[in-house]
């Protein structure tokens, strides 16, 4: 089967690069930064304690054991213990996970969205206002700072909308009485969107810029003159031969974007208090919670490599030109 | 924030190829509206920067008026949190952010350059090598990875420069590569090969004055990025805390609390800033490379149609 | 009796980034009869390809057009697009240069030959699938490849899939853009076989537009010749090759070594066309012309009848009186 070669060399090229960001990681929180005890904030802290809690965290064993016993433990999903809380790694950010999937899936879903109307107008009414209007918004949007557009929407659109701008969740629900599952929902919802649409407003710049210039390039192939010849009408053209043509580079687009997506989330989440991972990132960095911070980075890491496959196995099934 | 975006952005206006030639810079930088804005932005703040020593004889943190205050005639951009001019404070975080911005994409020119021109000069096993390398750090999402580096290396002005710089030299080496690659099989490259030159000396007199304008063309790029990548950072308190710049200032007004006093006069500013060099680089940055490494685009389809002209009779002979 | 296609007075202006107008194509009279192989020759840049995508109306926004296009005595392009679109593909149908980019390659070549039929409401389904499938027989292709998409396709055979897909409505005029460029030379030879036959076959007008007058003097039975966006020259091959009556066909006829050998490019001609963004004075060839004289630089030469059939715009001519010729 033509596929087998090419979809086993990119699994083959995502696990290499899972075990890279593993080792990356490690390296970077065990072997430079020094010893994550000595960083503990905790006055009474004996020189005894401080070396029962090397011998218990393994630090006092050379790199190399180390690493070893970090990778065994990742096979078992261990992710060691938060040096706050005391509890799993795993278990601390799987709420945090929770929130956060939501969120971003629901910003990208409005960018996407936006961004590809705007993308394949321009690139239809090139040299209009439409189009002019289009590249300079995305382009403003996208120069601009996630979290400081996310205050910009706290302090103007916020009020104006009446939409919460912290936490999510009401902290008067459920006070008085049971609250449904709908209200929950409607709740949650109302505390996402604005995050959302910040993270939106970010990136739909991006898609609709990167959308045009496909959609461009596109309308400028010579089987798009032959498909008007052929006596298609324009719109018939642009659907049939233009669009999905136009529309493949998203697929990489989006996948390519995840570290922007994940980066800006992390800042937008800061300003809105949302509770998700990267607020939980920020919180660590804060108490030098390093199990923590390790393990949500090595997440963050490993959804973007997860996502990069499922964008190159699409890409692969949707092109008829990509071999092995 | 990815170089493709910048890319597509700023190509519209370049409807005819250009050639390469150093003549044809000038004739976009000039011709078109948009690298001229773009240019002039950036050199507004890097005069800005230049002159700050004039506008800050004294500490721009030095508190002279109430916390908050309104803006007003003596101070346009009003006081912020510390009670500290917010004209002076964005003087002095110009020039951080630019030193950041440029010795960051500095940093990462040199990287990806060196990358670049390894990759393509050599070619064989060292760009297979270089290449296999390129491909894992683009998958490793940047921001995260920078405030992780951040959080653990600390805060000085220093590390935070290599950190940026160390993780976006990816698609300057992808570019120079490819540039290299081509100038490669140019035949006076040969010609000297066939005459002895050794490596290095082909490399430094013939190589890379050929690529040296699209290097730098990215470069502006790159400052772009670094600048916007400093905000995240300083953003989450992870910045050198003895520096004023953009980023900070926008995090002082959120730990200041400003929006519960309303004070947006110290949250748009220093992000308006930010927004105008970014695009400003970006206008101007990408608009060379453009002229660098230009693409025809011819559209055949569009709403509007070609336009039929009255006959006037036997059509004046020319 | 009046020619299957008849150009009268066409101007074609593209309007240029920063202002001005480029004057590609600057007054060309062309006549092709019904089932008439006629070649359109010239450099690259001298307006041949634009005046065939104005036949079928298939220009860029920035394009204003002037003149009449005749299909069977009817203007085409009296409305603009509007006039013009009803015709394309069912009436007349082209091959583009480079045909190898004509078809999409996230689509099959089937489905793309498919389209134009399903489109002019000739077939559909299993009808049209099998008129596919008739289609690429006759050019040579074994049907089963229908399903295949383009880039499986070798560079010979993509170009008679575009020939397949544009015979696929039964149009009565097809033109050519330089089919057998970038080709290799037996393919070339092969192409052209192929065209000639289907011409034949189907009682088909052939537009031959190419810089190859190997290929010209093959396939066609009358060529014009055009230069700086205008005809220069126009008549039977016969005529041209051996009694031209301009020096820029002269010289491009006599710069071609031997007309057998096939697959010989053009010797350049010194010099460069001029620019088309500006107005002409006299005649446009004058510059680079070896017979130039006293009327060239400053009058411009109008096409008049120096033969049977034959036109030229030469002051060389200009002794001739065409009433004691035609």
């Not at chain 2, 930010?274 to 940055?285: A, D, E, I, N, P």
């Not at chain 3, 192929?194 to 011409?199: P, Y």
């Given at each position: 089967?033509r ?7 990119r ?10 960001a ?7 929180f065990?072997?430079l ?5 000595s ?18 965290l ?8 180390q690493?070893?016993?970090?990778l ?8 060691g ?27 990208t879903l409005f ?10 107008v321009?690139?239809?009414?090139r ?6 209007t289009t590249l300079?918004t ?10 400081w557009?996310g ?19 009401d ?9 449904s ?6 709740d ?17 710049g991006e898609?609709?810029i ?6 461009l ?8 003159l032959?498909a008007?010849?052929k006596?298609?009408?324009?719109w018939?053209?642009?659907w ?10 998203i697929?990489t ?17 800061y300003?809105?208090?949302?509770p998700?991972?990267?607020l939980?990132?920020?919180?660590a960095?804060?108490?030098r919670?390093?199990p923590?911070?390790?393990?949500a980075?090595l997440?963050l890491?490993?959804s973007?490599i997860?996502?990069?496959l499922v964008a ?10 990509v071999?092995? | ?5 910048q890319?597509?952005?700023?190509a519209?206006?370049?409807d ?5 030639r150093p003549g ?10 948009q ?7 950036v050199a ?8 700050s ?7 721009p943190?030095?508190?002279v008026?109430p ?10 951009l ?23 911005g440029?010795?960051a ?7 990806g ?16 090598v ?32 290599l ?11 992808r ?12 035949v ?5 090969r066939?005459?002895?030159?050794g ?13 040296m ?12 990025l ?18 004023i ?8 007004s ?5 929006i ?8 748009v500013?220093p ?8 695009l400003?680089s ?10 660098l ?6 559209g ?19 | 009796?009046?020619a299957?296609?008849?150009?009268e ?7 240029l980034?920063?202002g001005?107008?480029l ?16 070649g359109l020759?010239?450099e690259?840049?001298?307006?041949k ?12 926004p ?21 006039s ?10 082209m ?6 980019n ?8 089937g ?19 099998r008129?596919?499938?008739?289609l690429?027989?006759?050019v040579?292709i ?27 409505c ?10 057998t ?12 076989e ?13 537009v031959?537009?190419t810089?190859?007058?190997p290929?010209v003097?093959q ?8 230069y700086?966006?205008e ?10 090759f051996?009694?031209?009556r ?48 006293e ?15 034959h ?5 060389l001519?200009?002794h ?7």
């Amino acid at each position: 089967m033509r596929g087998f070669d090419y979809v086993g060399k990119r699994i083959l090229f995502a696990l290499l690069t899972v075990f890279v960001a593993i080792t990356l990681n490690f390296v970077l929180f065990r072997t430079l930064s020094g010893d994550a005890v000595s960083a503990l904030r905790c006055r009474q802290c004996t020189q005894a304690f401080k070396d029962y809690q090397r011998e218990q965290l393994g630090l006092d064993k050379s790199k190399w054991e180390q690493y070893k016993l970090y990778l065994g433990d990742l096979a078992h999903g261990d992710m060691g213990k938060s040096l706050r809380s005391e509890g799993a790694v795993t278990h601390e950010l799987w709420a945090p996970i929770k929130n956060t999937v939501p969120m971003v899936a629901l910003g990208t879903l409005f960018s996407i969205v936006f961004g590809v109307l705007a993308g394949v107008v321009s690139a239809w009414r090139r040299g209009t206002w439409a189009d002019k209007t289009t590249l300079w918004t995305g382009l403003s949007f996208y120069s601009m700072p996630p979290q400081w557009l996310g205050l910009i929407v706290v302090l103007f659109v916020a009020s104006a909308l009446g939409l919460p701008t912290a936490g999510i969740k009401d902290p008067t629900l459920g006070i008085l009485g049971d609250a449904s599952t709908w209200d929950v929902f409607v709740d949650r919802m109302r505390h996402m969107v604005l995050p959302s649409l910040t993270l939106g407003l970010v990136l739909y710049g991006e898609y609709a810029i990167i959308v045009r210039s496909s959609m461009l390039e596109t309308l400028g192939e010579d089987y798009v003159l032959t498909a008007r010849a052929k006596g298609l009408s324009n719109w018939a053209t642009v659907w049939k031969h233009g669009l999905r043509n136009a529309l493949l580079p998203i697929i990489t687009l989006v996948a390519l974007s995840l570290g922007f997506i994940i980066g800006g989330s992390i800042t937008i989440e800061y300003v809105f208090s949302y509770p998700g991972i990267g607020l939980a990132i920020v919180e660590a960095i804060d108490q030098r919670d390093y199990p923590i911070l390790q393990g949500a980075f090595l997440l963050l890491t490993f959804s973007v490599i997860l996502a990069n496959l499922v964008a190159d196995l699409l890409y692969f099934k949707l092109d008829p030109r990509v071999s092995t | 924030m990815s170089t493709a975006v910048q890319g597509a952005a700023a190509a519209e206006g370049v409807d005819v190829a250009k050639s390469g030639r150093p003549g044809s810079i000038r004739r976009v930088v000039f011709g078109e509206p948009q690298a001229l804005i773009g240019l002039a932005i950036v050199a507004a703040f890097i005069l800005v920067a230049l002159l700050s020593p004039l506008f800050l004889s004294q500490d721009p943190k030095t508190k002279v008026g109430p916390i908050f205050e309104h803006p007003s005639v003596s101070h346009p951009l009003g006081l912020d949190g510390g009670g500290a001019d917010m004209v002076r404070l964005l003087i002095a975080g110009t020039r951080v952010s630019l030193l950041v911005g440029f010795a960051a994409a500095f940093v990462s020119a040199l990287i990806g350059g060196t990358v670049g021109l390894a990759s393509g000069y050599f070619g064989g096993k060292t760009d297979i090598v270089l290449m296999r390398i390129t491909d894992y750090v683009i998958v490793i999402p940047d921001i995260p990875l920078m405030i992780v580096a951040a959080a653990l290396f600390g805060r000085s002005l220093t590390n935070i420069i290599l950190i940026i710089g160390v993780i976006y030299w990816t698609s300057t080496a992808r570019l120079i590569r490819a540039q290299v690659k081509s100038v490669r099989e140019r035949v006076y490259v040969k010609r000297a090969r066939a005459l002895g030159a050794g490596n290095t000396r082909l490399i430094f007199k013939h190589v890379l004055p050929q690529v040296m304008p699209l290097l730098i063309a990215n470069t502006v790029l790159l400052v772009a990025l670094a600048i916007f990548a400093e905000t995240f950072i300083s953003f989450l308190g992870l910045g050198d805390p003895s520096v004023i710049s953009w980023g900070r200032l926008i995090e002082n007004s959120f730990t200041d609390d400003a929006i519960l006093n309303n004070a947006w006069w110290t949250i748009v500013p220093p992000g308006v800033c930010v927004t105008l060099l970014v695009l400003g680089s970006t206008m101007f940055g990408q608009s060379l490379e453009d002229a660098l490494n230009p693409r025809l685009r011819v559209g055949h389809l569009s709403v509007r149609r070609f336009r039929m002209r009255p006959l006037k009779g036997k059509l004046e002979s020319e | 009796m009046s020619a299957l296609l008849e150009v009268e007075g066409l101007n074609v202006w593209f309007d240029l980034a920063g202002g001005g107008e480029l004057h590609a194509v600057r007054g060309v009279d062309v006549q092709v009869d019904a089932g008439e192989r006629f070649g359109l020759v010239g450099e690259s840049g001298c307006g041949k390809t634009t005046a065939m995508l104005t036949i079928m109306g298939l220009l860029p926004p920035n394009a204003s057009v002037a003149g009449e296009v005749r299909l069977a005595g009817e203007n085409i392009l009296a409305r603009g697009e509007e006039s013009v679109s009803p015709h394309r593909w069912n009436d007349v149908a082209m091959v583009f240069q480079g045909a190898m980019n004509a078809f999409n390659p996230v689509k099959t070549v089937g489905s793309q030959i498919e389209e134009p039929l399903r489109l002019h409401g000739i077939a559909e389904g299993r009808a049209a699938r099998r008129q596919v499938a008739e289609l690429l027989e006759r050019v040579g292709i074994p049907s089963d490849r229908a399903a295949r998409y383009p880039h499986e396709f070798s560079g010979g055979m993509r170009q008679r899939a575009a020939i397949a897909m544009a015979i696929a409505c039964g149009p009565k005029i097809l033109l050519a853009d330089e089919p057998t460029t970038a080709l290799d030379v037996m393919v070339q030879a092969q192409i052209l076989e192929l065209l000639l036959s289907l011409a034949e076959d189907f009682e088909l007008a052939l537009v031959l537009v190419t810089h190859d007058l190997p290929v010209v003097a093959q396939v066609c039975d009358r060529a014009a010749v055009m230069y700086a966006g205008e005809v220069a020259e126009a008549g039977s091959i016969d005529a041209l090759f051996h009694t031209p009556r301009h020096p820029y066909t002269r010289m491009l006829f006599a710069a071609t070594p031997d007309l057998h050998a096939g697959g010989e490019r053009v010797v350049s001609i010194p010099g460069a066309p001029p620019r088309l963004d500006r107005p002409l004075v006299g005649c446009p060839f004058h510059p680079r012309c070896d017979s130039r004289f006293e009327p060239c630089p400053t009058v411009t030469p109008l096409l008049k009848v120096v033969g049977e059939g034959h036109v030229a715009a030469c002051h060389l001519n200009d002794h001739v009186r065409e009433g004691a010729l035609v």
